[in-house]
């Protein structure tokens, strides 16, 4: 079945020029859509035909994905940078609030941009990526979280590019990827990822997102010292906000809902049986959960 969308490529006032699936009709209301690692604008391929009925769908291949820009520094890949792409694409479609959505980084950049941005997001969905104050405790005080989180040491390491180079992409997308989901639902995407994977500068772009965060992830034996914030007030989250959670996920625990009332006041939590990869593991539901929510009544 052909995509239900047009891919536009974008120059932002920001540097980069995006890949961003558009659908809709420009006069319905604005939906962004934030995919995480390793994917791109794809995370959405079942959920962007149905919310572009009645609303106007952006969904950006983010910086360092598939064949937007790569810029060259690990800063360029600072969460701040993100939060200024995604306002610059809003400002581009001449959209001055929207509804938006995130998964996995995504999400985080979601969680940032409507904490600094309340002015330009109406409404917040989060899928399976942590509230940045949840995460950060949860690495110190939660063993089983830290332990799951590890990965992203790994990914910081620079020698992990020649190591991917050294067994090919396919092997690392089987042996690191298809470990967090069922190869089944992603076996006919195989091809799309290994295309996006392989453009120049890609997965150290990609893996520069992990590089470039400030978050403390402790070693398993290490007891460093607390990130100040985590002792102070948190700002709450002002919008109706929407998180969709696949309960399987191993590298992201149920114990990231642990204390979320307490910081978005306004709190609609939906559970799903699926594990991270949600959007495309259990689309259906995750269209559903959206849908509802967005219906007025």
Known sequence: MPDAFELQRIDLPTGVTLDVAVAGDPANPAIILLHGFPESHRTWRHQIPELAKDHFVLAPDQRGFARSSKPADVSDYTPDKMVGDLIALADHFGSATFTLVGHDWGGAIAWMAALARPDRIARLIIVNAPHPFVFQRSLFDDLAQREASQY???????????????????????????????????????????????????????????RASRIVVPGMDETPERPAFLSAPFPPVTQPTLVIWGMDDKALLPSQLDGLDALVPNLTLVKVAAGHFVPWEAPEAVTEAIRDWLTPG
């Not at 997308?173 to 453009?199: C, M, N, P």
């Open 152 to 210: 992203i040491t790994a990914f910081r390491n620079p020698a992990l590019e020649r190591h991917i180079e050294s067994i090919g992409l396919p092997a690392f997308f089987d042996g690191s990827f298809l470990r967090h989901t069922d190869f089944e639902k992603v076996a006919g995407e195989k091809a799309a990822y290994l295309d996006e994977w392989s453009q120049p500068g890609a997965m150290t772009a990609m893996l520069n997102w992990y």
